[in-house]
């Protein structure tokens, strides 16, 4: 049976080989990295795609790619060893400072790349809606939070924190 | 006013204390805990809605 750093292998395979030009964890599995556990049943991932001359961002090189190690690419989700991987181009200037700013963690001597939680409560705020907003308040509530971090990120990319009249 | 907490106040303050013991368990055993919340929670999801077809406990080792 393969494990998670399996999955984490064709990830960093994908950044490698170039597929990729990086990428990060984000959505529940990557709390999970700073915080308690919480169920999810897909892997959300944002990618760095490679520049391109093409003006419409596309994902089909990289499911080609996957599809050529057998992984097989359905609706919005990639099954890479029975794990369906969400691929999620960064899609605004938060998301891409995720990206950069990612922490590279070990899990089981498998290098992976995981938003920092001040952008995981950032981009869940950003997004909005109750499971997000629960999810930034778990990681506030349990991760060690570089608060100042945190603030400026909402500054920067103009996100009321639901909070802000809490204190 | 008195300084002794309820029985109330103590029961969050040790809910809020296994929440960051939980958060700080190490990566693997979250890992599987994560994949037992997938097995335990599915059949009762799948009873009270539709679930999208990769909405299933990941058959991997954690």
């Known amino acids: 049976m393969a494990s998670l750093p399996d999955v984490f292998r064709v990830l960093n395979d994908m950044k490698s080989e170039g597929v990729i030009s990086d990428y990060a ?11 308690e556990p919480t169920r999810t049943y897909d892997l959300d991932v944002f990618v760095v795609l490679p520049r391109s001359d093409q003006p419409i961002v596309t ?12 992984f097989e690419p359905r609706a919005e989700h990639v099954m890479i060893h029975g794990v369906p991987v969400q691929l999620i181009p960064a899609y605004n200037e938060l998301v891409e400072s995720a990206i950069t700013a990612a922490r590279n963690h070990d899990y089981d001597d498998v290098p992976v790349r995981v938003s920092p939680p001040e952008h995981l409560i950032a981009i869940a705020l950003q997004a909005g809606g109750g499971k ?9 509530e349990t991760a060690d939070i570089d608060r100042e971090l945190l603030d400026r990120l909402l500054h920067r990319y103009g996100i009321q924190p ?3 009249g809490d204190e | 006013m008195s300084s002794r907490s309820s029985p109330i106040d103590d029961l969050f303050r040790a809910k809020a204390e296994w929440h960051r013991r939980q958060a700080r368990l190490p990566l693997k055993e979250k890992v599987r805990i994560l994949l037992e919340l997938q097995r335990q929670d599915h059949p009762l999801l799948k009873r009270h809605r539709h679930l999208e077809w990769w909405e299933e406990p990941w058959p991997v080792e954690p």
Not at chain 1, 59 to 70: D, E, I, K, S
């Open chain 1, 162 to 164: 639901p909070w802000s």
């Open chain 1, 132 to 140: 997000r907003r629960e999810r930034a308040y778990q990681l506030l």
């Open chain 1, 59 to 70: 994902l089909t090189p990289v499911y080609a790619w996957l599809r050529a190690r057998g």
């Open chain 1, 25 to 35: 964890l984000g959505g529940a599995m990557a709390v999970l990295f700073y915080a």
